[in-house]
Protein backbone atom coordinates (compact mmCIF):
# COMPACT_ATOMS: atom_id res chain seq x y z
CA UNK A 1 0.00 0.00 0.00
CA UNK A 2 1.43 3.49 -0.99
CA UNK A 3 1.69 5.91 1.68
CA UNK A 4 -0.63 8.61 1.60
CA UNK A 5 0.22 11.99 0.74
CA UNK A 6 -2.08 15.24 -0.11
CA UNK A 7 0.17 17.97 -1.24
CA UNK A 8 -1.18 20.94 -2.25
CA UNK A 9 0.10 24.18 -2.85
CA UNK A 10 -0.71 28.12 -3.20
CA UNK A 11 0.58 29.86 -6.23
CA UNK A 12 1.57 32.95 -4.94
CA UNK A 13 4.63 34.53 -5.80
CA UNK A 14 7.44 33.77 -4.25
CA UNK A 15 10.17 34.92 -6.88
CA UNK A 16 11.41 37.91 -4.89
CA UNK A 17 11.59 36.02 -1.61
CA UNK A 18 15.00 34.56 0.06
CA UNK A 19 15.02 30.90 -0.31
CA UNK A 20 14.72 30.27 3.21
CA UNK A 21 13.15 27.72 4.95
CA UNK A 22 12.78 26.40 9.09
CA UNK A 23 13.15 22.63 9.92
CA UNK A 24 11.08 23.05 13.34
CA UNK A 25 13.73 20.93 15.32
CA UNK A 26 16.71 21.00 17.50
CA UNK A 27 18.10 17.49 16.80
CA UNK A 28 21.34 18.44 15.09
CA UNK A 29 20.93 14.39 13.48
CA UNK A 30 17.80 15.00 12.19
CA UNK A 31 18.72 18.74 10.82
CA UNK A 32 22.19 16.90 9.15
CA UNK A 33 19.74 14.66 7.36
CA UNK A 34 17.31 17.07 6.49
CA UNK A 35 19.98 19.65 5.11
CA UNK A 36 22.01 16.65 3.09
CA UNK A 37 18.56 15.20 1.00
CA UNK A 38 17.67 18.84 0.01
CA UNK A 39 20.99 20.13 -0.91
CA UNK A 40 19.92 20.60 -4.69
CA UNK A 41 17.28 23.04 -3.57
CA UNK A 42 19.32 25.96 -3.63
CA UNK A 43 17.83 26.56 -0.19
CA UNK A 44 19.37 28.32 3.16
CA UNK A 45 18.04 25.77 5.75
CA UNK A 46 17.19 27.17 9.65
CA UNK A 47 16.61 25.22 12.26
CA UNK A 48 15.24 26.34 16.38
CA UNK A 49 18.74 26.86 16.77
CA UNK A 50 18.47 29.91 14.85
CA UNK A 51 15.54 31.04 16.79
CA UNK A 52 16.20 31.19 20.71
CA UNK A 53 12.71 32.42 21.63
CA UNK A 54 11.08 29.95 19.43
CA UNK A 55 7.93 28.67 21.62
CA UNK A 56 7.54 25.47 22.85
CA UNK A 57 5.65 22.61 20.67
CA UNK A 58 4.28 19.65 22.58
CA UNK A 59 4.08 16.93 20.82
CA UNK A 60 0.78 15.23 21.66
CA UNK A 61 -1.01 14.48 17.90
CA UNK A 62 -2.42 11.40 17.97
CA UNK A 63 -0.09 10.69 14.39
CA UNK A 64 2.60 11.51 12.93
CA UNK A 65 1.12 13.94 10.40
CA UNK A 66 -1.14 15.81 13.30
CA UNK A 67 2.09 16.61 15.09
CA UNK A 68 4.39 17.65 12.00
CA UNK A 69 1.30 19.85 11.45
CA UNK A 70 2.23 21.29 14.70
CA UNK A 71 5.36 21.92 14.22
CA UNK A 72 5.03 23.48 11.15
CA UNK A 73 2.25 26.19 11.72
CA UNK A 74 3.18 27.06 15.12
CA UNK A 75 6.65 28.00 13.36
CA UNK A 76 5.42 29.58 10.67
CA UNK A 77 3.47 31.77 12.48
CA UNK A 78 6.54 32.67 14.76
CA UNK A 79 9.13 33.04 12.36
CA UNK A 80 7.15 34.55 9.30
CA UNK A 81 9.20 31.74 7.26
CA UNK A 82 8.11 28.51 4.76
CA UNK A 83 8.54 25.77 7.74
CA UNK A 84 8.86 22.28 7.62
CA UNK A 85 7.41 20.05 10.25
CA UNK A 86 8.67 16.72 10.64
CA UNK A 87 7.88 13.93 12.53
CA UNK A 88 8.79 10.17 12.38
CA UNK A 89 9.37 6.65 14.16
CA UNK A 90 9.32 3.38 14.59
CA UNK A 91 7.04 0.79 14.32
CA UNK A 92 7.00 -2.93 15.29
CA UNK A 93 4.16 -5.09 14.44
CA UNK A 94 4.80 -7.48 17.26
CA UNK A 95 4.31 -4.56 19.65
CA UNK A 96 1.20 -3.41 18.37
CA UNK A 97 2.65 -0.42 16.67
CA UNK A 98 4.80 1.09 19.36
CA UNK A 99 7.30 2.43 19.96
CA UNK A 100 5.14 4.81 17.25
CA UNK A 101 4.52 8.13 18.02
CA UNK A 102 6.50 7.73 21.50
CA UNK A 103 9.82 6.34 19.78
CA UNK A 104 11.93 9.19 20.89
CA UNK A 105 10.75 8.77 24.24
CA UNK A 106 10.39 4.97 24.45
CA UNK A 107 12.14 4.48 27.46
CA UNK A 108 11.03 7.02 29.77
CA UNK A 109 12.17 10.05 31.22
CA UNK A 110 15.74 9.20 31.02
CA UNK A 111 15.28 8.32 27.15
CA UNK A 112 18.30 8.03 24.98
CA UNK A 113 18.70 6.49 21.54
CA UNK A 114 21.21 3.60 23.59
CA UNK A 115 17.76 2.82 26.26
CA UNK A 116 14.97 2.83 23.75
CA UNK A 117 16.81 0.21 21.04
CA UNK A 118 17.98 -1.58 24.36
CA UNK A 119 13.93 -1.59 24.92
CA UNK A 120 12.45 -2.88 22.04
CA UNK A 121 15.40 -5.73 22.03
CA UNK A 122 13.99 -6.75 25.33
CA UNK A 123 10.36 -6.91 24.38
CA UNK A 124 10.58 -8.96 21.09
CA UNK A 125 13.49 -11.04 23.04
CA UNK A 126 11.36 -13.88 22.71
CA UNK A 127 9.60 -13.21 19.53
CA UNK A 128 11.24 -15.36 16.35
CA UNK A 129 12.83 -13.71 13.29
CA UNK A 130 9.74 -14.18 11.15
CA UNK A 131 7.72 -12.20 12.81
CA UNK A 132 10.33 -9.27 14.10
CA UNK A 133 8.63 -7.03 11.11
CA UNK A 134 8.61 -3.27 11.59
CA UNK A 135 8.38 -0.06 9.59
CA UNK A 136 9.89 3.86 9.55
CA UNK A 137 7.33 6.17 9.05
CA UNK A 138 8.34 9.70 8.48
CA UNK A 139 5.85 12.62 8.20
CA UNK A 140 6.90 15.81 6.46
CA UNK A 141 4.50 19.05 6.71
CA UNK A 142 4.71 22.32 4.85
CA UNK A 143 3.92 25.69 6.28
CA UNK A 144 3.95 29.31 6.03
CA UNK A 145 2.11 32.12 8.12
CA UNK A 146 -1.39 31.52 6.25
CA UNK A 147 -1.16 27.89 6.99
CA UNK A 148 -0.74 24.47 5.81
CA UNK A 149 0.66 24.37 1.97
CA UNK A 150 0.98 20.94 1.66
CA UNK A 151 1.79 17.53 3.22
CA UNK A 152 3.69 13.99 2.58
CA UNK A 153 4.62 10.85 4.29
CA UNK A 154 7.09 8.07 3.31
CA UNK A 155 7.88 4.90 5.11
CA UNK A 156 10.59 2.10 4.93
CA UNK A 157 10.22 -1.71 5.51
CA UNK A 158 12.53 -3.57 7.55
CA UNK A 159 12.67 -5.86 10.23
CA UNK A 160 13.82 -5.79 13.72
CA UNK A 161 17.67 -7.30 14.25
CA UNK A 162 18.53 -9.34 17.63
CA UNK A 163 21.08 -7.07 18.60
CA UNK A 164 22.71 -3.71 17.90
CA UNK A 165 25.12 -3.36 15.07
CA UNK A 166 26.72 -0.69 13.20
CA UNK A 167 27.62 2.85 14.55
CA UNK A 168 26.34 5.47 12.23
CA UNK A 169 22.97 6.90 12.11
CA UNK A 170 20.50 7.51 14.74
CA UNK A 171 17.40 6.77 16.63
CA UNK A 172 16.60 2.88 15.95
CA UNK A 173 18.87 2.51 13.24
CA UNK A 174 21.34 -0.09 14.81
CA UNK A 175 17.86 -2.74 15.33
CA UNK A 176 16.78 -1.99 12.04
CA UNK A 177 17.90 -4.56 9.48
CA UNK A 178 17.29 -3.92 5.73
CA UNK A 179 16.21 -7.14 4.64
CA UNK A 180 17.96 -6.89 0.41
CA UNK A 181 21.18 -5.76 2.49
CA UNK A 182 20.94 -8.15 5.78
CA UNK A 183 22.51 -5.32 7.30
CA UNK A 184 20.90 -2.41 9.64
CA UNK A 185 20.56 1.30 8.77
CA UNK A 186 23.74 1.86 10.96
CA UNK A 187 25.67 -0.46 9.11
CA UNK A 188 24.74 0.88 5.72
CA UNK A 189 25.52 4.62 6.42
CA UNK A 190 24.51 7.65 5.33
CA UNK A 191 25.18 7.02 1.42
CA UNK A 192 22.72 3.34 1.31
CA UNK A 193 20.05 4.91 4.09
CA UNK A 194 19.37 8.16 1.87
CA UNK A 195 18.26 6.35 -1.16
CA UNK A 196 15.61 4.10 0.81
CA UNK A 197 14.55 6.00 4.26
CA UNK A 198 11.17 7.03 5.24
CA UNK A 199 12.75 10.34 5.41
CA UNK A 200 14.23 10.38 2.01
CA UNK A 201 11.21 9.21 0.74
CA UNK A 202 8.65 11.88 2.30
CA UNK A 203 10.94 14.90 1.50
CA UNK A 204 11.55 13.27 -2.47
CA UNK A 205 7.56 13.72 -2.50
CA UNK A 206 7.94 17.63 -0.77
CA UNK A 207 10.29 18.87 -3.02
CA UNK A 208 7.43 19.06 -5.49
CA UNK A 209 5.84 21.49 -3.09
CA UNK A 210 9.11 22.97 -2.19
CA UNK A 211 9.41 24.39 -5.98
CA UNK A 212 5.76 25.27 -6.46
CA UNK A 213 6.54 27.42 -3.53
CA UNK A 214 9.92 28.57 -4.78
CA UNK A 215 9.25 28.65 -8.64
CA UNK A 216 11.73 31.17 -9.50
Known amino acids: MKPAMNHESRT??????LKEIVVATRNKKKLAEIKELTKDLGLKVLSLEDFP?????????LTFSENADKKALKIARFSGRLT???DSGLCVDA??????????????????????NLKVLRLLESIPLKKRSAHYVCAVSLADKDGIVGRSVGKCIGRIGFEMKGNRGFG????????????TFAQLGENIKHTMSHRYKALKKAMVIFRKYFPG
Open 53 to 61: DAPYIREDG
Open 12 to 17: TNHQTQ
Open 172 to 183: YDPIFVIPKHQK
Open 95 to 116: LGGAPGIASARFSGRDKSDLKN
Open 84 to 86: LGE
